[in-house]
């Protein structure tokens, strides 16, 4: 929504008021086993997620409406942003609507027989590998490769045969894909979470919605980052998390992705959007959900 364009209050007042208690079809990224899938239980214990293989295609299948809502990871504990949403959040109109908090364990996977010390090439996603920095330093024959899902990873080595590679994925893991725990915990914070995201294509504002999503480009001039959050103490809300990224064919002008408190059903807090719309060159508005779990 531009900043010239339709009042974001007018998009608010079309926003439902209850959540899915039963999504008919919930997209996830990954395979079975992975964080993804833990985090669509604990929305939905009855849920049998669809499983996709890139987060593009978890935004596509809500869009497309082959799935009532996407659950994708945001933010980790240890490794931050989970930067690939928030790029796709800003592309698409998909809208967050609840999230939840998954406690992260590690465990190195291999073959029933393998042996850590036998082992040299590890496989899984890029925010696993980031998140257990400490392990790959203490342990320096162990290389570390890319892989597009822990649980994927986790499969892959399963289905290769090879006592000489693993994954990093849960422990969940081994239980699906017949593979053996060689080093539990690997992880370089014991206290180790990842927040994930539920989206779906018309936003929900429930009655216990209190944390809003926004992602804006402010005028490329002196001090409009200054005035724009200024906005933000008039009105006495907490800015939760501010996160800048580079826009494309604009030479360091950013986009801002923010999270404050609050319920856009309250008196006033609509209106508080539209004055902050008029502030900025775009607006884009991410949705107001339920902030589930302490903050990371």
């Known amino acids: 929504m531009s900043a010239h364009g339709e009042p974001l209050s007018a998009l608010i007042q079309t926003a439902g008021d209850q959540l899915p208690p039963a999504p008919a079809a919930v997209a996830a990224q990954g395979v079975p086993g992975a964080y993804s899938h833990q985090a669509c239980t604990q929305l939905w214990p009855q849920c049998r997620p669809q499983f996709y293989r890139q987060f593009d295609d978890v935004f596509a299948a809500v869009e497309s409406g082959r799935a009532t809502v996407g659950v994708l990871p945001i933010e980790n504990s240890t490794e931050g942003s989970v930067l690939p ?6 592309q698409h109109r998909l809208y967050i609507v609840d999230t939840t908090q998954v406690a992260v364990e590690h465990c190195l996977l ?4 393998a042996a850590l010390d036998a082992v040299g090439e590890v496989y899984s996603h890029p925010q696993a590998l980031g998140q257990c920095r400490r392990f790959f330093e203490e342990h320096p024959h162990l290389r570390p490769h890319e892989y597009s899902n ?3 990873a986790a499969e892959m080595v399963a289905a290769a045969g090879d006592q000489s590679i693993a994954a990093i994925a849960s422990e969940v893991c081994a239980e699906l894909y017949g ?3 060689l080093r539990r915990g690997v992880q370089d914070q014991g206290r180790n979470r990842t927040r994930f995201i539920a989206v779906m294509a018309q936003p ?3 009655p216990t919605a209190d944390r809003v999503s926004v992602c804006a480009v402010l005028p490329h001039v002196q001090g409009s980052l200054f005035r724009f959050l200024a ?5 006495g809300l907490n800015l939760q998390k501010i ?3 580079p ?5 360091f002008e950013f986009l801002f992705y923010l999270d404050f408190s609050g319920n856009l059903r309250q008196p006033g807090l609509a209106d508080f959007l539209d004055q902050l719309q008029k502030s900025c060159e775009y607006l884009q508005f991410l949705g107001n959900y339920p902030d589930r779990g302490r903050p990371l």
């Open 110 to 113: 291999g073959l029933p027989g």
């Open 179 to 181: 593979l053996s725990v």
């Open 85 to 90: 949403v928030y790029r796709l959040l800003g």
């Open 247 to 251: 826009i494309p064919d604009r030479d």
């Open 243 to 245: 996160e800048s990224r």
């Open 231 to 235: 906005q933000f103490e008039s009105q």
């Open 204 to 206: 929900v504002i429930a």
């Open 150 to 152: 822990t649980a994927a």
